[in-house]
C-alpha cells in the first residue's frame, strides 16, 4: 500500500505495548490469579469471568493496573461464594505491587528509532491509564528526553483525540500515530484525516480487538517492528 | 495584607475541597471503615493505622479512591491477622464504589463566581488525583463549560505546577490558583512567583498539613469563602 507522510510534522506513540512490554504483565498476573482460585474453577472459566467484571467494572475504575486488582479481589470473593481464604487476597493485593514495580523493558529497535525520529519531528506520547502509572514508566524507561508532550487519556475514541491534537495546535494532516492497538491507536485517528501506523503486538487484550469489518477501506500501514518506521519517515 | 493582582491573566482553581465537597466523603469512609474492623481495634487506632498504610503506599499507589480501597483491604488483613470475613471485605469494596458513584455536591458561591471570573480571565482546573474520577467529577459537576483547560498532576509540588505554566505558556506573575490546601495549591505557587489565594475547607488530610514555620513570610491572602473573590479580582 502507499501512504504518504510527506506532510507529517508531529508523531504520536502508544506507550503500553508498543514503547515496552505491558499486556505480558497482565497475561501473567491473570495466570497467577487462577491458580490461585484453582479450587473453585477451571482457569478458562476464571479467566472468562474475570473479564466480564472488568469490563463491568470499567466505567467506575478505568483503565491500569489498581481497577484490575479490585476487580480480582471482588472476583475472588464472588468465584469462592465467599470462602477464599484472607492468604489468597493478600496474594492479589501483592501480584497489583508487583505488577507495579516492575521494570520498563522497551522493545526492540524503540529507542533508536525515537532517537532518530526526534530529530526531524516533534514526538508527543499518547497513553491510555493510569496516570501515575504511566508518568513512573516513562520515567524509569529513559525515554522522557525524546517527547515534546505526554497526554494521559482515560479513553482513547475521536474526541478524546480530536480534543489533543486542538489543545497542542496540530494540523489532524500533520499527525501521525503510531500504536498497536487498532481500536484505540489506529481507527480514530483515520477517521480524523491522521496518518497512522499499526505495529501489533504478540497479545491483545480482548477488549482491544476489533471485527475485521471495522478496518475495511481504513487507510494504514501495518509494520512488523517499530525500527521499520525509519524506512518511512526518513 | 495588601496583595495587588493587576498583572493576573489566568487563575487556576483546585477542584476538590476547593469547588466542591471531597475530603468529608474520606472520613465517612474511615468512620464505616472503623465500624467494620470494631472487633479488633478501637476507631483511633484503625484511624491511625490507615493512615501510615496510605503513607506508605502512597508512591505505588497514588492519590484517589482505588488506592485508598486498596489500603483499606490490606489494612483489614493486616489489623485482624488475617481473620476478617469476606463480608467485610466485600463491604470495602462498596464503600469505594459508593465513593466514586457520589455526587457532585458544589460548595456554597462556586458556579456564581466562575461565571463571573470567567469574562475577565482564563480560567484552568490543576487539580491532583486519578485521571478518571477528577474527569468524571468536573464532567458532572457542570463547571467544564468555565474552564480554558483541565490539568490532572500526579503531584502539586513546584516542578510539576512550573512545568504546567511553561506548557501552557503562562508567565508565572501573571497567573493566581485558588485552593484549600497550602502545601498543594499555595506553596508551591508563592515559590515561583504567582500569587495564591487560600480558601481552607473545614476537613484537611492529615497529609496535606503544614507546618506554621513553613508559611512564614510567604505572601498569600486568605478568604473564608470561595465568593470573597470578587472583590479582589473585579
Given at each position: 500500500?502507499?501512504?504518504?507522510?510527506?506532510e507529517?510534522?508531529?508523531?504520536?506513540?502508544?506507550?503500553?505495548?508498543?514503547?515496552?512490554?505491558?499486556?505480558?504483565?497482565?497475561?501473567?498476573?491473570?495466570?497467577?490469579?487462577?491458580?490461585?482460585?484453582?479450587?473453585?474453577?477451571?482457569?478458562?472459566?476464571?479467566?472468562?469471568?474475570?473479564?466480564?467484571?472488568?469490563?463491568?467494572?470499567?466505567?467506575?475504575y478505568?483503565?491500569?493496573?489498581?481497577?484490575?486488582?479490585?476487580?480480582?479481589?471482588?472476583?475472588?470473593?464472588?468465584?469462592?461464594?465467599?470462602?477464599?481464604?484472607n492468604?489468597?487476597?493478600?496474594?492479589?493485593?501483592?501480584?497489583?505491587?508487583?505488577?507495579?514495580?516492575?521494570?520498563?523493558?522497551?522493545?526492540?529497535?524503540v529507542?533508536?528509532?525515537?532517537?532518530?525520529?526526534?530529530?526531524?519531528?516533534?514526538?508527543?506520547?499518547?497513553?491510555?491509564?493510569?496516570?501515575?502509572?504511566?508518568?513512573?514508566?516513562?520515567?524509569?524507561?529513559?525515554?522522557?528526553k525524546?517527547?515534546?508532550?505526554?497526554?494521559?487519556?482515560?479513553?482513547?475514541?475521536?474526541?478524546?483525540?480530536?480534543?489533543?491534537?486542538?489543545?497542542?495546535?496540530?494540523?489532524?494532516?500533520?499527525?501521525?500515530?503510531?500504536?498497536?492497538?487498532?481500536?484505540?491507536?489506529?481507527?480514530?485517528?483515520?477517521?480524523?484525516?491522521?496518518?497512522?501506523?499499526?505495529?501489533?503486538?504478540?497479545?491483545?487484550?480482548?477488549?482491544?480487538?476489533?471485527?475485521?469489518?471495522?478496518?475495511?477501506?481504513?487507510?494504514?500501514?501495518?509494520?512488523?517492528?517499530?525500527d521499520?518506521?525509519l524506512?518511512?519517515?526518513?
Amino acid at each position: 500500500m502507499e501512504v504518504d507522510f510527506k506532510e507529517i510534522e508531529v508523531i504520536g506513540f502508544d506507550a503500553d505495548d508498543t514503547l515496552w512490554v505491558n499486556e505480558t504483565y497482565f497475561r501473567e498476573a491473570e495466570e497467577e490469579f487462577a491458580k490461585l482460585l484453582s479450587q473453585f474453577e477451571t482457569p478458562n472459566k476464571i479467566d472468562q469471568e474475570l473479564f466480564k467484571l472488568e469490563l463491568k467494572n470499567l466505567p467506575i475504575y478505568g483503565y491500569g493496573v489498581k481497577g484490575f486488582v479490585l476487580s480480582m479481589v471482588e472476583m475472588a470473593l464472588e468465584l469462592s461464594n465467599n470462602t477464599v481464604s484472607n492468604d489468597t487476597i493478600s496474594s492479589i493485593l501483592n501480584i497489583g505491587k508487583d505488577m507495579i514495580n516492575k521494570p520498563v523493558e522497551l522493545l526492540d529497535g524503540v529507542e533508536g528509532v525515537l532517537e532518530e525520529l526526534s530529530k526531524k519531528y516533534k514526538l508527543i506520547v499518547a497513553t491510555k491509564g493510569d496516570l501515575l502509572d504511566q508518568e513512573r514508566k516513562l520515567e524509569k524507561s529513559g525515554l522522557l528526553k525524546y517527547f515534546h508532550h505526554i497526554e494521559v487519556l482515560s479513553e482513547k475514541q475521536e474526541a478524546n483525540y480530536k480534543k489533543l491534537l486542538d489543545h497542542l495546535e496540530i494540523k489532524p494532516k500533520a499527525f501521525l500515530m503510531v500504536g498497536n492497538s487498532l481500536k484505540s491507536d489506529i481507527l480514530p485517528l483515520v477517521n480524523l484525516g491522521s496518518k497512522a501506523i499499526h505495529v501489533p503486538f504478540h497479545t491483545t487484550w480482548a477488549h482491544e480487538k476489533v471485527a475485521d469489518s471495522d478496518v475495511k477501506n481504513k487507510e494504514y500501514l501495518t509494520l512488523k517492528r517499530i525500527d521499520e518506521l525509519l524506512k518511512y519517515l526518513n
